[in-house]
């Protein structure tokens, strides 16, 4: 590795400003809270300024945080997984409410997840930060996942969006099991539409993508790890439904990049450990 030139500091200087600007607040969370540490060690990418503690903080399910979660056990990066866990048979979170009322979650105007970044050479230095995709971006920098310079890191944020893009459409589809404004017979036909024609549609438009960026099977960026990667493989191999898990697949059958891709960060050591390790979870 070597020492980056003055040029490229201030650019860097001028990136992550705005994020140390911003202050955050922690909150040691009790009751129906529960915090576990990943006891692993990762390495960081020419992005990278600083060593950091990282908290993430989310409920007691997969959802927006499992991305974070699982590009943390790719790179082996230590932190908190504070979660607030959610009553059975409710969708009550008591921890949740009180971080919110203490505010502690205004960095993202009261939602979860937030991460708090402790900076280690500096005393009590904390900040919060809210929305799911900006702290994925701002870790995939910080763990060497989003290439070496800001070119590439475009190139790899494009590719994570066209799977984001995918991801609403099958919300705006409007079969999910949280859609209360069709019938099970309307939601069944959509669902239908969805794994049969629409996404293996969008799938293929997004092979075509990724074939210009790879530089060998399993890898969506050149050949080393990106934050794309693992993206892809949340969509295609973390699905929280096990009949939409199989009926992904199966859409993706003529994606032989993109499936191995999703292929080889599941079969990861890291990331196979963390996935049959973590806490079970509704969604």
């Known amino acids: 590795r070597y020492e980056p030139t003055l040029r490229k500091m201030r650019s860097l200087y001028c990136l992550l400003l705005p ?16 915090s576990t540490v990943a006891p692993t060690v990762g390495s960081t990418s020419d992005f990278s300024t600083q060593q950091s503690s990282y908290e993430l903080q989310y409920f007691g399910a997969r959802g927006a945080a499992e991305t974070i979660r699982v590009m943390l056990a790719l790179t082996g ?3 908190t997984d504070t ?6 048979g409710t969708f009550e979170a008591p921890a949740f409410k009180q971080a919110k009322e203490s505010g502690a979650l205004a960095a993202n105007l009261g939602r979860a997840p937030v991460l708090n970044v402790k900076n280690d050479n500096k005393d009590a230095d904390t900040t919060t930060l809210g929305q799911s995709r900006a702290i994925e971006r701002y870790l995939a920098k910080q763990l060497g996942l989003m290439g070496d310079n800001e070119l590439e890191a475009a190139q790899i944020d494009c590719l994570a969006e066209h799977c984001r893009d995918i991801k609403d459409a099958q919300r705006y589809k409007g079969f999910s099991v949280f859609n209360r ?6 939601k ?3 669902r239908q539409e969805w794994f049969e024609t629409d996404l293996p549609g969008w799938l293929g438009k997004v092979e075509t993508a990724v074939q210009l960026t790879s530089a060998m099977p399993g890898y969506s960026f050149g050949e ?18 096990q009949a939409d898990q ?14 191995s891709i ?19 979870s509704r969604f």
């Open 83 to 88: 979660r607030f866990e959610i009553a059975p």
């Open 246 to 259: 199989e009926d992904t697949l199966a859409a993706a059958q003529d994606c032989p990049l993109l499936l």
């Open 19 to 34: 994020l140390f600007l911003c202050c955050g607040v922690t909150l040691a969370l009790a009751g129906s809270s529960s």
């Open 77 to 79: 990066k230590e932190y």
């Open 224 to 241: 080393r790890n990106s934050y794309a990667d693992v993206v892809i493989f949340s969509l295609l191999r973390d699905c929280t439904i």
């Open 188 to 190: 069944a036909q959509l």
């Open 181 to 186: 404004d069709k019938t099970d017979e309307q």
């Open 262 to 280: 999703a292929n080889r960060i599941a079969e990861h050591p890291k990331v196979k450990e963390w996935v049959e390790n973590r806490p079970e």
